[in-house]
């Protein structure tokens, strides 16, 4: 779901990814990626591809994070 919350990613922002379908941030920095809009944003930058960065200290009601289980082989 888009445009509840912004998203917190586990990215550091960068400039220039190396593009593809799910393309690797640098491995460190001082900003971390947001993504999908929020309530407060215009409906067309409620989308995944809408990303901007965030100092990681950051505290607002306009951002969030999703809560994701992965199931284990067996």
């Given at each position: ?38 309530w407060w944003d215009y409906p067309v930058g409620c989308k995944s591809a ?25």
């Amino acid at each position: 779901m888009h445009g509840n919350v912004w998203e917190w990613c586990s990215d550091w922002h960068g400039t220039g990814l190396s593009g593809g379908t799910d393309p690797a941030g640098p491995g460190g920095g001082s900003q971390r990626v947001v993504r999908g809009g929020c309530w407060w944003d215009y409906p067309v930058g409620c989308k995944s591809a809408n990303r901007i960065n965030v100092d990681p200290s950051s505290r607002s009601s306009l951002l969030g994070f999703r809560v994701a289980r992965s199931q284990s082989a067996q």
